[in-house]
């Protein structure tokens, strides 16, 4: 499993104009996203794999239009 940041996650997003912090929490927070890694008390972070799959989803939901 590899971990990526929030900033990581956010240009992963969209690397030309990627969404705020506050954006990818409120995602996060309405079930719309992965869960976030709880690293330590005050540290979270991304599964890679996961972030991945979720924009291969987004991808195919798109071109089913």
């Known amino acids: 499993m590899k971990l990526i940041n929030y900033e990581a996650t ?5 690397a030309t104009k990627p969404p705020s912090r506050r954006t990818v929490e409120r995602m996060v927070k309405r079930g719309e996203f992965v869960q976030p890694v709880q690293i330590t008390p005050r540290r979270v972070m991304f599964d890679e794999a996961e972030v991945d799959a979720w924009l291969e989803a987004r991808k195919r939901k798109g071109g089913e239009r």
């Not at 956010?10 to 969209?14: H, V």
């Open 10 to 14: 956010r240009c992963k997003l969209d």
